[in-house]
């Protein structure tokens, strides 16, 4: 605290922000002579290894200039200091610097040919520096700042977000997206979704019912799937996690023009992880968990048990069991698995299990509503799907139609409004097995009997039968997706039929 003390007083007793800014980290000569190197070959801008933007220019005039020499090439012109004097003619700047012919003296020398990309890469990490000289200032005015409620865990969160965007080379010139780039971004997902054999643009649940209907689980949406206890979403959840991390490492072994998996992380307040490890081991294996943890298994399952655990040792899934977890510590979390596994799909399991910052005043719809919140913005600042697993209210079990509807969703509304897709796992099997009459005996009545025979005869019509029903999706329609499981071993599939009539859904 004592050397914030004396720099903060330093900065005040040699001019304040100015001298502050005087000293921020730059190279205006390695700047000027990447320029150089640019303008004389413009084949430079290919060969970068950096993601050099015109922000990253400390010298606002350097700044401009690249900025004109990309629209220039993104053109097919050629980028010279003949083809920049038009647009710099009435430049303030410039004519300090001698007017248009200090565009003709960056290439004068011609040195930065022979370390383009070391000039690159100097300019973006100086600039990745200054942004974290920025965040440093906010963070020491931020906690310098009492006027207003303390709450140095929100704090520490907010700064860890701005380091975090710092350590992905974000900077706080480039906020806005033109629309440019946002249809190129668009089209990248269409043509993805064309070379995946159509319908693929996100990354894969490995189950077709569903990404045929989704077309994948996309970049920054929020997926609420909720159900009543009982009906597998947790299941659902681990299946989902399993394939997506498969189909990664599927990839780098062979290799593709897509990678339609990822790294996952998976949240788990309710279970802990080695429960987890079982479902998932018992799901890959097609053992029963029940014997999984009894021991009670043959020498078949045994190999199976086994070539299952050698199969998933290198799987890029990462499960935190942590329980009580706010939302501010479930982000600060996603964060540093991102940054050191780079993931790309986060699970959580389950929602209500979150806290919130504890500013709710008791108010549980309040709380919801801000972790909520909180997924979305977690979404869209890693640029990942998250997959939330939530509880229904009883209201279902009260109706006849046991089929979820939005009005469902526990505790608030503002799930369903932050969700871009919210799914409902109902398994209709599941309420017929309530029902289930008395086993006849040879005393029951022909009453009795027939009643349970028709009993049976409906339930396995509707044994091993599951739907997923996607009540919202900004992305396309809504619908019923048919699914098949198998409780034994916890575990979703793709019903293997070309026709899903057999279903029931045309």
């Known amino acids: ?41 413009n084949r430079v801008l290919e060969e970068l290894r950096t993601p050099l933007r015109p922000d990253h220019f400390f ?3 350097h700044e401009r200039i690249y900025e004109r020499i990309l629209k220039l090439v993104e053109r097919n012109a050629t980028a010279s200091p003949v083809t920049l004097k038009p647009y710099f003619e009435g430049d303030e700047a410039l004519s300090a610097l001698g007017g248009t012919t200090y565009l003709a003296q960056l290439t004068s020398d011609g040195q930065g040919l022979l370390a383009a990309a070391q000039l690159a890469e100097q300019i973006y990490d100086l600039a990745l520096l200054r942004e974290l000289v920025s965040v440093g200032r906010g963070l020491v005015e931020g906690a310098l700042d009492t006027s207003e409620d303390v709450a140095p865990m929100d704090k520490i969160a907010e700064a860890e977000a701005d380091l975090f965007k710092v350590a992905e080379g974000a900077t706080t010139g480039s906020e806005a997206v033109g629309f440019k780039d946002a249809a190129l971004t668009a089209i990248k997902m269409a043509e993805a979704a064309m070379n995946s054999g159509g319908g693929l643009s996100g990354k894969t649940s490995g189950l077709a019912s569903i990404d045929s209907k989704t077309s994948g689980l996309h970049e920054s949406d929020l997926i609420i799937a909720a159900g009543r206890p009982g009906m597998g979403k947790t299941s659902l959840a681990t299946n989902i996690a399993f394939n997506c991390a498969e189909e990664h490492l599927k990839f780098q ?6 990678n339609y998996g990822s790294p996952v992380a998976f949240f788990s307040l309710e279970m802990s992880a080695d429960q987890l490890a079982t479902r998932i081991l018992a799901e890959q ?30 799987l890029p899934l990462y499960i935190d069991d942590t329980p009580g977890l706010t939302i501010a510590a479930l982000r600060t979390r996603a964060r540093r698995l991102k940054r050191r596994h780079d993931i790309g799909l986060i699970i959580v399991d389950y929602l209500q299990l979150l806290q919130g910052s504890g500013r709710a005043n008791d108010n549980r719809v309040n709380e919801i509503s801000e972790i909520s919140r909180g997924l979305k913005t977690l979404a869209k600042e890693l640029s990942v799907p998250v997959i939330a697993l939530s509880q229904l209210s009883r209201a279902v079990e009260q109706r006849d139609d046991k089929r979820p509807m939005l009005s469902d969703l526990r505790e608030s509304g503002s799930i369903e409004q932050d969700a871009d897709m919210v799914w409902f796992l109902y398994r209709a099997d599941y309420y017929h097995e309530a029902i289930r ?23 396995e019509e509707l044994k091993n039968r599951a739907t997923l029903i996607i009540a919202k999706q ?5 619908g019923n997706v048919p699914l098949h499981f198998q409780p034994e071993f916890t575990k979703f599939t793709s019903p293997n039929m070309k026709d899903y009539s057999d279903y029931g859904y045309e």
């Open 1 to 41: 605290m004592a050397d914030t003390d004396v720099m903060i007083r330093a900065a005040a007793e040699s001019g304040g922000e100015n001298a502050t800014a005087k000293k921020l980290p730059s190279n205006i000569e390695a700047e000027a002579a990447f320029l150089g190197a640019v303008l004389i070959d």
């Open 59 to 61: 010298e606002s005039l």
């Open 253 to 258: 072994a062979d290799g593709g023009d897509h």
């Open 285 to 314: 294996a097609e053992i029963s968990s029940e014997a999984l943890r009894s021991g009670k298994m043959s020498r078949e399952e045994f190999q199976r048990l086994s070539f299952a655990s050698q199969k998933l040792a290198d």
């Open 437 to 459: 009459p008395d086993f006849p005996t040879e005393n029951s009545s022909a009453d009795a009997v027939e009643k349970y025979r028709t009993w049976e005869e409906k339930y």
């Open 474 to 478: 900004r992305h396309g329609s809504t």
